[in-house]
Nanobody, 127 residues
Framework: RVQLVESGGGSVHTGGSLRLSCAAS????????MGWFRQAPGKEREGVAA???????SYADSVKGRFTISRDNAKNTLYLQMNSLKPEDTAMYYC?????????????????????WGQGTQVTVSS
């Protein structure tokens, strides 16, 4: 069965960096669109970034230039490098997989597009 396990969250100060990882198993990782989402208390889950099977990427405007999504198909692992972190980046971060397509498409930011989810890893940024 498909499993996604996130790691790498933690607490940092404004301007700090973190690298999130998502270890995937139970399917052919290289063929799926993959995404990172986040959810802060009292807010809706929002798309942060997505990457196609061929490596094409998409980002939310709020993280462009600060976050980088990448994937290592040989290791079945998805990454999110987060730099210049801000308090508003504080949230639970989730890894997601769309098994229906290798391309994420224009609706990559919609959580309905993904059918597998990890349990999340907490990121806290303090000023």
């Amino acid at each position: 069965r498909v499993q996604l396990v996130e790691s790498g969250g933690g607490s940092v100060h404004t301007g700090g960096s973190l690298r999130l990882s998502c270890a995937a198993s139970g399917y052919t990782f290289s063929t799926y669109c993959m995404g990172w989402f986040r959810q802060a208390p009292g807010k809706e889950r929002e798309g942060v970034a997505a990457i196609d099977s061929d490596g094409s990427t998409s980002y939310a405007d709020s993280v462009k230039g600060r976050f980088t999504i990448s994937r290592d198909n040989a290791k079945n692992t998805l990454y999110l490098q987060m730099n210049s972190l801000k308090p508003e980046d504080t949230a639970m971060y989730y890894c997601a997989a769309d098994s229906t397509s290798p391309r994420c498409g224009g609706a990559w930011y919609r959580f309905e597009e993904y059918n597998y989810w990890g349990q999340g890893t907490q990121v806290t940024v303090s000023s």
